[in-house]
């Protein structure tokens, strides 16, 4: 049997369009929880993120309009967040899952209008290049600028918290919120950033799935990606190069697992299902062993209120 | 140019506590002040208005005769106030350069140059590029001065800067320091010990209760002549114990005791033996991280080991945990009071009845007999002097001398036949650490014994009968406490042999 090589590179091509979403949420929130902030309710932005863009898009007709739009709903929907835990200083656990909830609950209300409509199709970058290598072609070509966006992403965030004097800062913030505020560093509005930037990632995430992935609406069709992109953020021990292995293993196993059971292998559903889960989880712990570099990554005031006392 | 600060009336309430009442002072460039003050005296409310952390109520400050407003630590820094706060304020995930670069304007390059030339100057060795948390205390430190530095400040704060420092960082600390003043860096430095101010300062100025009580020249005062300022009274002064007459019925007995530590940063300790008699004190000296802490774990029953190495009332009981042991009349008082020995989030009487399972009819039915614990911790509250009549406050806002006071009565109402304690009077002002010394004395007059392992030698001296030095995990041998000089035990401690 031959297999058919360009065959793998759509595979391939398939898996990276899957772990987009993920790997959007993920290096949002990772950039949240460095300053300290845990959102849980990634899912519930996410979730808002694809109704808005969806609804943009049918109502408007353009589509940069609509990511766009997909993306302020993720910073409107995070800002309520921020101003309840950063202003009102409630709790970070209970307040992101509130979010995911209402999230879930209002884009399904919105989202009753909109069930059954076609998608657009999103234009896609070097289209005419589709053909031109075997194998590679499928993989880097004819794909949105979201994609291209998404894989860039780890990168960019790796540089910005390294490199840049802003990142540095919000990992100061992120490590000890007090020294930061002794050192005159505006920790309320360093985390307020943070938490938006969060939440228009996984707007975008969210639009990627309902205007992109499968240009459709239907409740609830984020799925649980947000839960599953906490878990990342949390198992690649905040590290955005991981979170890309991650999210490249979870949607490869997604496929592959979708294969297995369509040609029928002889292995219970339910644990095909849990696999890509399982594995992901089971890789990220297995590559980020050493404790001293978890120390080290790991904001340390995570989840922490922080409030000056005067 | 003189630099001149000046404090002027300065008045900060908090609800229920005037922690600064119309306090004025001056300073000079040139000279090293010291303010001192027991702990709660107001001394960190004033350094804080210093730095810009908190805003006074009333007053206001003058740099050279002009009025700052410091709303911020940003406005301090840029007024050329530098500060090394007790606790340090560094990001401990961060390197040493990151620390440094993320409240500074320059690039890299020039501020890694002028870094390293501080370094230089002033004999300073440190990574630029690991983690703050592999540093050690006193290297923070270092770390924290070099941040002034670079803003080159004409004041530097320095609070309570030798809580967490060993003695020789105490005395690079205060070469530095010197160092700086000559340069011509105004210098305040807070704390409440006494010996300190005497051997680094110029001129002290002393609070109390918020309130300033006096200014005068070092030369001019005594370290008797300070404490009676600070606390307000005239110390008792005790006396060395005069050694009473230990009985020769042994109480515990430890038989080659061994710990080994998986994690590299504790110390493993090596065949320690030891015997205790009723009524006597074994103080164990030596400089901190010399294995005291495992050694207190290992004896509280926090590390388990085996059951033959630890023989107490002819009972073996090396495999048993802390609570265990506590019923064969066993007491402890850990070294970190808020951690260790207290929850801070728990009222004062909660807190009671932690270390009282068994014995106690606290619980009844598994129910917690809530007024029967009130009687306990007020007679607790009473006999060993807590000030303050509020069981119902979380035992986290209790100063650090009420806490102990509170965590050795705890400890000593059960009238235990021995009790462990390390570091007792850590951080505590003189008040404090008189009573508890006090306490600790009328143990032994009661026959029980002490097991008291301290990093302060005089401690040691004044309360021990018999003194052993813990050295890399190991003990040195039990020597009689009026043969022992402080300066035999610094040998001792720092590895060295006599005969």
């Given at each position: 049997m031959t297999v058919d090589i360009n065959f793998i590179g759509l595979i391939i091509a398939s898996i990276m369009a899957s772990s987009v979403p993920l790997i959007l949420a993920s290096c949002g929130e990772l950039i949240t929880e460095r300053s300290g902030v845990l959102n849980l309710g990634v899912e519930g932005m996410m979730i808002i993120g694809a109704i808005s863009g969806f609804a943009l898009m049918t109502v408007t007709g353009n589509l940069f309009l609509a990511v766009i739009g997909a993306m302020l709903a993720g910073v409107l929907i995070s800002t309520i967040f921020a101003f309840l835990t950063q202003t009102l200083i409630t709790n970070h656990v209970a307040t992101g899952l509130a979010l995911t909830i209402f999230g879930i609950g209002i884009s399904a209300m919105i989202g009753k209008n909109f069930v059954g409509i076609p998608g657009k199709e999103f234009p896609v970058l070097f289209g005419g290049l589709k053909d031109s290598i075997p194998f590679l072609s499928p993989i880097l070509f004819g794909h949105s600028v979201v994609f291209y966006f998404a894989f860039a992403l780890p990168f960019i965030t790796n540089y910005f918290l390294k490199k840049t004097k802003i990142g540095l800062i919000v990992r100061a913030v992120g490590d000890s919120p007090d020294s930061a505020s002794n050192q005159g560093i505006n920790v309320r509005l360093v985390r307020y950033l943070c938490i938006l930037y969060g939440g228009a990632m996984c707007g975008l995430a969210g639009a990627y799935l309902s205007m992109i992935y499968t240009p459709q609406w239907i409740e609830n069709m984020t799925g649980g990606r947000g839960w599953i992109a906490l878990a990342l953020v949390v198992f690649s021990t905040w590290n955005p190069i991981k979170i890309l292995i991650g999210a490249m293993i979870f949607g490869g196993l997604t496929i592959i697992q979708f294969h297995m059971q369509a040609i029928g292998v002889r292995i219970p559903v339910q644990f095909l299902t849990a696999l890509p889960y399982i594995v992901t989880i089971i890789v990220l712990v297995v590559i980020s062993r050493d404790s001293r570099k978890i120390r080290l990554s790991t904001p340390s005031s995570l989840g922490k209120s922080f409030y000056k006392d005067n | 140019m003189r630099t001149n600060l000046k404090i002027s009336n300065v008045t900060k309430i908090y609800p229920g506590c005037?922690?600064?009442?119309n306090v004025s002072l001056e300073f000079e460039s040139g000279k090293i002040y010291a303010l001192l003050g027991e702990n709660g005296a107001g001394k960190s409310t004033l350094v804080k208005i210093l730095s810009g952390v908190i805003m006074p109520d009333e007053g206001q400050i003058f740099l050279n005769n002009k009025a700052l407003k410091l709303n911020s630590p940003i406005d301090a820094k840029k007024n050329n106030i530098g500060m090394v706060f007790q606790h340090f304020n560094l990001f401990e995930t961060l390197s040493v350069f990151e620390n440094l670069i993320i409240d500074s304007n320059e690039t890299r390059e020039n501020l890694r140059k002028k870094i390293k030339s501080i370094m230089e100057k002033y004999n300073f060795s440190i990574d630029l590029d690991i983690p703050v948390l592999n540093l050690s205390a006193g290297q923070k430190q270092k770390v924290e001065i070099i941040r002034c530095l670079i803003r080159s400040p004409e004041v530097l704060i320095m609070d309570e800067p030798t809580s967490v420092l060993t003695e020789q960082e105490t005395i690079e600390l205060f070469s530095s320091l010197k160092k700086f003043s000559e340069e011509g860096i105004l210098i305040i430095y807070i704390t409440h010990k006494l010996k300190e101010v005497m051997s680094l300062c110029d001129e002290v100025a002393v609070m109390r209760k918020g309130e300033l009580v006096s200014i005068s020249k070092i030369i001019d005062e005594k370290i008797e002549t300070l404490a009676n300022k600070m606390v307000g009274q005239n110390l008792k002064?005790?006396?060395?114990?005069?050694?009473?007459?230990?009985?020769?019925?042994?109480?515990i007995k430890i038989t080659n005791l061994n710990f080994k530590s998986e994690d590299p940063f504790e110390t493993n300790l090596e065949e320690i033996n030891f015997t205790v008699n009723r009524g006597e004190c074994l103080g164990i000296a030596g400089i901190s991280g010399n294995g005291q802490s495992e050694l207190f774990q290992v004896l509280s029953g926090e590390i388990i080991s085996d059951k033959k190495s630890i023989e107490f009332n002819k009972n073996f009981i090396g495999d048993k945990n802390p609570q265990e042991r506590r019923e064969y009349l066993m007491a402890f008082s850990p070294e970190d009071r808020l951690e260790q020995a207290a929850v801070p989030q728990m009222k004062i009487f909660e807190n009671v009845a932690l270390n009282n399972f068994k014995s106690s009819n606290f619980f009844k039915n598994g129910l917690i007999n809530e007024n029967k614990i009130k009687q306990h911790a007020k007679k607790i509250i009473s006999d060993f002097n807590v000030n303050t009549n509020n069981i119902e406050l979380k035992s986290q806002f209790l100063s650090g001398g009420n806490l102990q006071k509170l965590i050795i009565g705890r400890e000593l109402i059960t009238s235990p036949d021995l009790l462990i304690c390390f570091n007792p009077t850590w951080g505590l002002d003189v008040g404090a650490i008189n009573y508890i010394h006090e306490t600790l004395i009328k143990i032994n007059e009661q026959n029980k014994s002490i097991i008291l392992i301290s990093t302060d030698t005089d401690e040691l001296l004044k309360l021990s009968d018999k003194i052993s030095v813990i050295y890399k995990g190991k003990l040195s041998k039990k020597m009689n406490a009026d043969e022992v000089t402080s300066e035999k035990l610094g040998i001792l401690m720092g590895g060295g042999e006599f005969d």
């Open positions: - | 005037i922690a600064n009442k002064t005790i006396k060395k114990k005069k050694l009473s007459k230990v009985s020769s019925d042994q109480l």
